[in-house]
Every structure is written in structure tokens, then in C-alpha cells.
């Protein structure tokens, strides 16, 4: 291809998204950026989603990983409380980032969207925001702080549906001004953990056919007027070719890349691949 990008995923945003890759780097297992947390390799990585971001201390030690049969239990680490210190460093770590940084924020009020989006917006080394949902955040909830992102950092803004969310939210945060939509969330649960139960994310290959189930859904509700990003279940360039064939325009792996850290060149090099196949006569 004669661009350097090969896909914008922000099309209807003023600065657009432009990437040079379909595969991206999932929440959670860069955690913040810094060059030492980055453990994988970056070649065929389009962009690196990092955080979750948080105002809000927590005493449990994170992260918290049990591996499982057939795949991992996982609770994120969770970042320092001083989102703009924590930014200095990020930005004095890198001249220049591997791959664009996405930053996460997770499920929280408003009031901490506000601040927490105008320090990443301010950064200079952000490139856009994903809005994580939470499961029983009501819609109201979710459309106040999509916008609050919006107009707080004037980034391009992901919104990140909870599979079991889909249907009823798809349409709404692609009219309120979401950029991309992308698939999140895995099952949740809890393991014992230091005395406490902690609360956290099951992850494994098993969760494609339900990633491709709301793939489906999405598309079959908001057509082609916004992105979609597939994230759950991808552990080879045949699952991202299916998660492309069921309407996603990229996708994202996280926990595979702790045991296959070459994994998303190799997505990428087979997506290429097989469109220099169609390409030709």
C-alpha cells in the first residue's frame, strides 16, 4: 500500500485516528507505557491502549494474574492517583512512542472523566481515550461522560460495550459523538487474593465466539457509520480474520501477548498478506 496508514479509526473526528496497522495492543497489559511495561514485541502494532486511568486509590496490590485452563483470571494494575506527574514521566520516558497511546478510563463518575481527561488531553503524548463501560452503568451515565471526554480533552474518543451490552447502547454512543466502538469486557469474577476477594476479568480463546456474536450485533445496529474495534478471544490470524469477516475494522489482544509476544506482527503480516492476495489479478 502506498499509505502509511492503512486505517482511521476516528473518521468523523476532526483530527481523525489514522493507524498504520489493524492490530492493536489491548487494555491493561502495557499498563501505563513506560518502556519497561511494554514486554511485547511492537512490531504490527497500530496502537497501544494504556491504564486504566483512575483518580481513585485502592489498597489491594495489583495486578493480580491466576493462570487457568484454557486461559487467565486477571485484575489489572491500577495506576498512581497523580494522573499529571504520572504523565511528565510517560512523556520524559519516550521521545517518541512506539505506536500511538490510547489512554483507558475506566467506569467511574463524571467529575473524575472531567479532571482525568483534561491532563491526558494536555499530555501531548495521548492520541485518544477509551471510554470503558461498566455493566450496570445506566445510559445517561455513560452519554454524560462520553461527552464530558469529548469536550474535556478533544481527543478522539473509543467507547469500549460490554458484550452483554451491546443492543442497547451500540446506537446511542455512536449519536453521541463516539468515535469507534469497540467490543471489551470479558466475563467478570473474583478470586481470593491477600485475605480479599478481588474482583477482575476471565480472558481466554473460549470468549471468540461470543466477540463474534456482538460483532454481529453491532453491525447489524449501526451499519457502517463508526468503527468497531474486536477485543476478546484473539489468539492467531485466524481469529482475527473471522473478527474482520464479522464486521470489525481492528483488533485488539491483551493477555496472549504475556506467552506470544510476537503475535501481533504476526496478525498483521497475514491480514497483509492475504490483501495483496485480493489486490492482485
Given at each position: 500500500?502506498?499509505?502509511?496508514?492503512?486505517?482511521?479509526?476516528?473518521?468523523?473526528?476532526?483530527?481523525?485516528?489514522?493507524?498504520?496497522?489493524?492490530?492493536?495492543?489491548?487494555?491493561?497489559?502495557?499498563?501505563?507505557?513506560?518502556?519497561?511495561?511494554?514486554?511485547?514485541?511492537?512490531?504490527?502494532?497500530?496502537?497501544?491502549?494504556?491504564?486504566?486511568?483512575?483518580?481513585?486509590?485502592?489498597?489491594?496490590?495489583?495486578?493480580?494474574?491466576?493462570?487457568?485452563?484454557?486461559?487467565?483470571?486477571?485484575?489489572?494494575?491500577?495506576?498512581?492517583?497523580?494522573?499529571?506527574?504520572?504523565?511528565?514521566?510517560?512523556?520524559?520516558?519516550?521521545?517518541?512512542?512506539?505506536?500511538?497511546?490510547?489512554?483507558?478510563?475506566?467506569?467511574?463518575?463524571?467529575?473524575?472523566?472531567?479532571?482525568?481527561?483534561?491532563?491526558?488531553?494536555?499530555?501531548?503524548?495521548?492520541?485518544?481515550?477509551?471510554?470503558e463501560v461498566g455493566?450496570?452503568?445506566?445510559?445517561?451515565?455513560?452519554?454524560?461522560?462520553?461527552?464530558?471526554?469529548?469536550?474535556?480533552?478533544?481527543?478522539?474518543?473509543?467507547?469500549?460495550?460490554?458484550?452483554?451490552?451491546?443492543?442497547?447502547?451500540?446506537?446511542?454512543?455512536?449519536?453521541?459523538?463516539?468515535?469507534?466502538?469497540?467490543?471489551?469486557?470479558?466475563?467478570?469474577?473474583?478470586?481470593?487474593?491477600?485475605?480479599?476477594?478481588?474482583?477482575?476479568?476471565?480472558?481466554?480463546?473460549?470468549?471468540?465466539?461470543?466477540?463474534?456474536?456482538?460483532?454481529?450485533?453491532?453491525?447489524?445496529?449501526?451499519?457502517?457509520?463508526?468503527?468497531?474495534?474486536?477485543?476478546?478471544?484473539?489468539?492467531?490470524?485466524?481469529?482475527?480474520?473471522?473478527?474482520?469477516?464479522?464486521?470489525?475494522?481492528?483488533?485488539?489482544?491483551?493477555?496472549?501477548?504475556?506467552?506470544?509476544?510476537?503475535?501481533?506482527a504476526r496478525i498483521?503480516?497475514?491480514?497483509?498478506?492475504?490483501?495483496?492476495?485480493?489486490?492482485?489479478?
Amino acid at each position: 500500500m502506498n499509505q502509511e496508514w492503512v486505517v482511521d479509526l476516528a473518521p468523523r473526528h476532526k483530527l481523525g485516528l489514522p493507524l498504520a496497522s489493524r492490530v492493536l495492543a489491548g487494555p491493561g497489559v502495557s499498563r501505563l507505557g513506560f518502556p519497561e511495561q511494554i514486554t511485547y514485541d511492537v512490531a504490527g502494532v497500530g496502537a497501544i491502549v494504556i491504564g486504566p486511568w483512575t483518580g481513585y486509590s485502592d489498597r489491594t496490590r495489583y495486578p493480580v494474574l491466576h493462570p487457568r485452563g484454557g486461559g487467565v483470571f486477571w485484575a489489572p494494575a491500577r495506576p498512581p492517583r497523580n494522573t499529571r506527574v504520572t504523565l511528565q514521566r510517560l512523556r520524559a520516558a519516550w521521545r517518541r512512542p512506539p505506536a500511538p497511546f490510547i489512554a483507558s478510563l475506566g467506569p467511574y463518575d463524571v467529575t473524575h472523566v472531567r479532571d482525568v481527561a483534561r491532563h491526558l488531553g494536555e499530555s501531548g503524548i495521548i492520541s485518544g481515550l477509551l471510554l470503558e463501560v461498566g455493566e450496570e452503568e445506566d445510559t445517561g451515565t455513560v452519554v454524560a461522560r462520553l461527552t464530558t471526554a469529548a469536550e474535556m480533552s478533544e481527543l478522539p474518543v473509543w467507547v469500549g460495550l460490554p458484550r452483554s451490552r451491546v443492543r442497547d447502547l451500540a446506537d446511542v454512543c455512536a449519536r453521541s459523538g463516539g468515535d469507534a466502538l469497540v467490543i471489551v469486557l470479558p466475563s467478570t469474577g473474583v478470586w481470593p487474593h491477600r485475605g480479599a476477594w478481588v474482583e477482575g476479568y476471565a480472558f481466554g480463546p473460549m470468549f471468540l465466539p461470543h466477540t463474534l456474536a456482538a460483532l454481529h450485533a453491532v453491525r447489524s445496529i449501526v451499519g457502517d457509520a463508526i468503527p468497531v474495534i474486536a477485543l476478546g478471544g484473539i489468539h492467531s490470524p485466524e481469529d482475527a480474520r473471522l473478527c474482520l469477516e464479522a464486521g470489525a475494522d481492528a483488533v485488539m489482544v491483551d493477555t496472549a501477548l504475556w506467552v506470544e509476544p510476537d503475535l501481533p506482527a504476526r496478525i498483521w503480516d497475514a491480514l497483509r498478506e492475504e490483501e495483496v492476495e485480493e489486490e492482485e489479478p
